[in-house]
């Protein structure tokens, strides 16, 4: 997944990054997903997630950005401000599924 920050401004530090990981993850594991890696830059988070296969893919990812900018506005004050839109996300992100296969069902031509 990848979630971009409002009109793009890059507004995200390195202890606004940390915490995101580490906010991604709990609202993850409150879903029954798990976070398996997290990247970010100053305008942008990038977000390789298992999604319990119960659950529809908009379920969390929708969750994960009104959940995640709610506790940074909560937690940094300079995500409070609204010229800086620190934590609002666009309403766009990008959401690619896949699904593990054993190499012997996998055929090259």
């Known amino acids: 997944m990848v979630f971009v ?3 793009r401004p890059k507004t995200l530090s390195l202890d606004l990054l940390k915490y995101l990981e580490m ?3 709990e609202i993850l594991a409150a879903w029954r997903c798990k976070l ?6 100053p305008d ?3 977000l390789l997630v ?3 296969p119960a659950l529809d893919i908009s379920v969390p990812v929708n969750n994960l950005r009104t959940a995640s900018a709610r506790r940074t506005r909560n937690r940094f004050a300079c995500a409070q401000t609204p010229s800086t839109q620190a934590t609002s996300w666009a309403t766009s992100s990008v959401s690619c599924s896949a699904r593990a296969m054993p190499s012997s069902t996998t055929r090259y031509s």
């Open 23 to 25: 906010a991604f993850g």
């Open 36 to 41: 398996l890696e997290f990247g970010g830059e």
């Open 50 to 52: 298992h999604i319990h």
């Open 5 to 7: 920050t409002k009109y």
């Open 44 to 46: 942008h988070v990038h």
